[in-house]
Every structure is written in C-alpha cells, then in structure tokens.
C-alpha cells in the first residue's frame, strides 16, 4: 500500500469526522475550557494555581493554563469525537469494499489513528488561538512570545491527544469495549490519567508538567519567598480571594521530558497497530464481520457485522451485544401507535407506553437487579447516605439508557419511517416523557425519604432533576443524532457535582445547613429551555428534508 493511498485514507476519514455535529460540540466546549482557564484577575475561580498564587497572565502561563485544561477535556471528550470510525465503515459497506482491495491491516488502523488524531490536533490548534486571544484580552501583559506560548501544547497536550486517538481504535477492535460500557469505561481511565498522570512519581511523567510545577515553585519562591501554601492546584475551583500573580517565564524542555513524550507516542503507535493481531478488516476469509462485530445480523439480504454500540438495534433485529446484555434475538418492536397515520397522532397514554418499551427494550434482568438493590438501599440507609450516595448512584446508573432520547431512530434506521408520523411534537415529548418515567423509577426510593423527611428543597431539587436529565439527553440526541455526546458531557458534569461544585448540582447533592446549595430553579429552566429548542431543531430538520 503507498504512501499516498494511506494519506486518502486518513484525509477522507478526516473530512468525514470534522462535519458531524459531535466534533463542534466537543470543540466549542474546549474553547469555553480555554477561557474559564485564565479566569478574570479578580475572578473566584481558577484552573491552575500554587497555593494563593498564580502566574501572570504572559505567554508563558496562559500556554501552559490552557494546554493542561484543554488536553484534560479532549483527552476525556475527544474520545467520544474520534471513536465509533471503525463501525461507520461497517455500517456504510465502505469496510466491506476495503476488504475487497490490498489495504493491509495495519495500515488500515493507521489511517484510522492518524485521522482521530488529526482531529484531536485540529481542536488543540483552536484552543491554541483561544489562549493567544485571553492573553490579550486580560491584558496583564500583552507581549506575545508564541515559543513559550506554543510549547505547553506540543509537549504537554499531544502525546495524550495521540494516546486518545489510539485507545478509540483500540476499544472499537474489542468486544466488550466497543459500545456503552467502553464509553463508561474511558470516563473512568480519563479521571486516573488526568488526577494520577499530576504525580512527580507518575509511570512516563504523567502529564508532562512535572517541569513546569518545578519551574513554576522556583519562580514563586523568587518572587515572595519559601515558605506559605505552596500546594498545587489543576482543575475547576472556586477561590474565596482572587489569585496574587507572580512573574513566571516558562519551563526548559530537557532531555528527561522529551524522551518521556516521545515514549508515550510510541506506546500510542503501538497500541493503535496492536489490533492488527486479531482485527480481521471486514474480511470473510479471516472471520469478517465475525471478527468486526460480535455476530451477524441482517440487513437488505446481507450479513452486518455487529459493530455497533450496546444496544444499537435494527427494526425487526436486535445485534448481538445489547444494552447490559440483551439476548441476540430481541426484536425492536415499534408501538402501533408510534407510526399511525390518523391526524392528530394517537392516544397519548399508549403512544408514552410504546416510547418506554422502546426505551427499556433490552435492558437485562441484571440491570433491573441493580436498579432494585439502589432503590432498597434507598429505603434502609440512613439519610445523610441516601441524599450523599445512593441520590447521585441513582443518578448515573441509566446513563447509557438515556444517552439513547433523541437518536434511537437514527441510529436504529427508522428516522424514515416515524418521518411518516404527522404529529412530530407529540411522539418527540412522548420519548421524553418516557426518559422522565424511567428517570423516576430508578429514584424513587431518594424521593421517598425526602417526602417522609418533609424535605420540601431537597423534593424541588429531585423534580428538577427528573426533568432535566431527560431534556439534555433528547436535546443531544436530537441535534447530534448520536448517544455519545451526552454520554462524553454528562459524566463529567456528574463527576463535578460528586465533587461538590454547587452551581452544577443538578440533584440535590450538594448541601448546606442541610438544604441543596445548588440552582435548582435555574434547571427548571434550564429543562424547559432545552425541550423547547429540542422541539425547533427537530421542526427545522423536518422541514430542510422534505
């Protein structure tokens, strides 16, 4: 294979990932990470901090603010954006064609690295010009200095997006992987590597900053002496007083570093090349779709592989490896209701039922034993348990459920047979509402004690959460017509309220005096906002394609 076909490859893959909505979502949330980094001079919150200090606002600090912050985001989001290539060529027939050509195996994951990549680095150059444009905006000092400026993200940011890029081909090569619980999964290795990967003593030099704290300590204890809170800080956190700067010019890149940075692109290299032992590239001869997915299913007379993620179904067939094990043989079956064609659609009650057994289908009985061991310890525990852990328990078991509003019809193939339903409005809020009902059903036991508690704040909290989890994931699915943007946005924010950020407290989880300190009339509205332009973009679409 030349070098020239690999380049196609890889620029056609590309071109391919920059258009879907997914890779402007995760963008324009990096950016909005790269300003919340170098926060107002008298703002209370910051990023990156030693102590009660940080760095003047020069190339230097911003560069490396930003850099850290951005590649945490894209290390964990960026994955969502640049995994699932491998299915598409599946599901599209593009993999069976390639099984048909001299495409070698390894070169095919090649290509698929080095777009995933491409696409990582294309963010990285944005939030680049995001730190060059708050330097100049905060204005502390405006002297450009584009090395010192550039430096945090080639260094620090790079290796780990080329390390992102690999894992997505990685996991979409492995079974178990390849769906909802490798999605769930990469949450979980994202938050070791960016709170493991801060050590000194971290395996490769974990994020690559180890210099730069350095750097930065000897420059602090230049400028106001030894001694003081000295403690190091990377991640969103509110500050009673703003932050005192300190000069600080950057870090050297010596040998140590860029030899760790290089090994962790090796490591990348390989891991992304690794699959080639088993991944078959579609081909019948060598297992093909057998060896792509998990079995087969059927569509238009064909065997498909199934690649797609856990619970991905087909209407009439269920592939094998559903949600949380689903039998193979489980059929979607799509309510009467759901696509009738009498004005003014059907009864509403039969119509939410449909949309909940379409919700729920193939979740297994160990999923219901999970939910019915939460709501028991919901009922026994005492409390201060129940609004502290099984409260936030209940609300993170059904994420990938969730992640289903919005997009099931498209990726399950019926977009154009429910494009027959006259009353769009209707059937759309019927899949909300049954996002709602499941939503109650897992925390039903939280709202139970909080009623028999007389907890009136933490009840209002509770409804506001019931709403608006369902609405963010229906907006999601309907705008970006894929499961995993909610998933990459609303672990995170989970993770944030478990760490008791307030104005993010969704739940009821975060309290003081005993009363949610959070916004919760703010998701009232933030839930109503969100079904309202759920129903505008689904309205606009229907309108642009007929």
Same mark, same amino acid.
């Given at each position: 294979m030349s070098p020239s076909a690999l380049t196609g490859l890889t620029a056609g893959d590309f071109r391919e990932r920059v258009r879907r909505p997914v890779y402007l979502v995760v963008l324009l949330a990096a950016v909005g990470l790269g300003a919340l980094a170098v926060p107002p001079v008298d703002g209370h919150w910051v990023i990156l901090a030693i102590g009660d200090y940080r760095g003047t606002y020069n190339s230097a600090y911003v560069g490396v603010a930003t850099a850290l912050a951005g590649s945490l985001w894209l290390t964990l989001g960026g994955f969502y954006v640049v995994r699932k290539g491998i299915a598409r060529d599946e599901e599209t027939r593009v993999g069976q064609i390639l099984a048909a050509t001299p495409v070698r195996t390894p070169v095919f994951l090649a290509s698929k690295f080095l777009s995933g990549f491409l696409v990582l680095a294309s963010m990285l150059a944005v939030l680049a010009l995001t730190a060059l444009a708050m330097q100049l905006v905060r204005g502390e000092d405006r002297s450009v200095d584009p090395v010192a400026l550039l430096k945090p993200f080639l260094v620090v940011a790079l290796p780990l997006l080329a390390l992102t890029a690999a894992a997505a081909v990685f996991f979409e090569t492995v079974p178990l992987l390849r769906g909802g619980l490798g999605n769930v999964l990469w949450f979980l290795v994202a938050l070791v590597v960016g709170l493991g990967g801060q050590s000194a003593d971290a395996p490769l030099g974990g994020l690559g900053i180890g210099e730069a704290n350095a750097s930065m300590e000897a420059a602090l204890t230049a400028a106001v002496g030894p001694g003081g809170n000295r403690e190091y800080s990377l991640g969103f956190t509110q500050v009673d007083e703003p932050l005192k700067p300190f000069p600080w010019d950057g870090f050297d890149v010596e040998g140590a570093l860029l030899l760790s940075r290089l090994l962790v692109v090796v490591i990348a290299v390989l891991l992304a090349l690794l699959p080639a032992l088993w991944f078959g590239r579609f081909d019948p001869s060598r297992g093909g779709a057998a060896t792509a997915g998990e079995?087969?299913?059927?569509?238009?007379? *064909?065997?498909?592989?199934? =690649?797609?993620?856990?619970?991905?179904?087909?209407?009439?067939?269920?592939?094998?490896?559903?949600?949380?094990?689903?039998?193979?043989?489980? *059929?979607? @079956?799509?309510p009467k209701t759901a696509v009738g064609t009498r004005r003014g659609g059907a009864l509403p009650g039969r119509l939410?039922?449909?949309?909940?057994?379409?919700? !729920?289908?193939? /979740?297994?009985?160990? #999923? #219901?034993?999970?939910?019915? !061991? /939460? @709501?028991?310890?919901?009922?026994? =525990?005492?409390?201060?348990l129940v609004t502290g852990l099984v409260l936030p328990a209940v609300w993170i078991w059904p994420v990938l459920v969730w992640s289903r509003?919005? @997009? $099931? $019809? !498209?990726?399950?193939?019926?977009?154009?047979? %429910?494009?027959?339903?006259?009353?769009? +409005?209707?059937? %759309?809020?019927?899949?909300?509402?049954?996002?709602? =009902?499941l939503t109650a059903v897992v925390g039903v036991a939280p709202l139970a004690r909080m009623i028999a508690a007389a907890d009136g704040p933490g009840i209002a909290a509770w409804l506001a959460g019931a709403?608006? =989890?369902?609405? %963010?994931? @229906?907006f999601l699915g309907v705008v970006c017509r894929t499961h995993r943007v909610f998933q990459a946005l609303y672990l995170p924010l989970w993770y944030l309220v478990m760490n008791g950020v307030a104005g993010l407290d969704f739940m009821?989880?975060? +309290?003081?005096?005993? !009363?949610?300190?959070g916004p919760t009339g703010a998701f009232y509205g933030a839930a109503a906002l969100l079904l309202g332009l759920t129903f505008l973009a689904a309205g606009t679409r229907r309108r642009l394609t007929a």
């Open positions: 079995g087969e299913g059927v569509r238009n007379g *064909a065997p498909l592989a199934a =690649v797609r993620e856990p619970g991905a179904v087909r209407a009439g067939v269920r592939e094998p490896g559903a949600v949380h094990g689903a039998p193979p043989t489980a *059929a979607l @079956t799509l939410l039922a449909g949309e909940v057994r379409i919700l !729920v289908g193939g /979740l297994s009985p160990w #999923w #219901w034993l999970v939910a019915a !061991v /939460l @709501t028991v310890a919901g009922l026994v =525990v005492p409390i201060g509003l919005g @997009t $099931q $019809q !498209v990726e399950n193939d019926v977009e154009g047979l %429910l494009g027959a339903y006259p009353a769009v +409005r209707r059937r %759309l809020l019927a899949e909300w509402a049954s996002g709602v =009902v709403l608006f =989890v369902p609405s %963010l994931a @229906t009821g989880r975060v +309290r003081t005096d005993g !009363v949610p300190a």
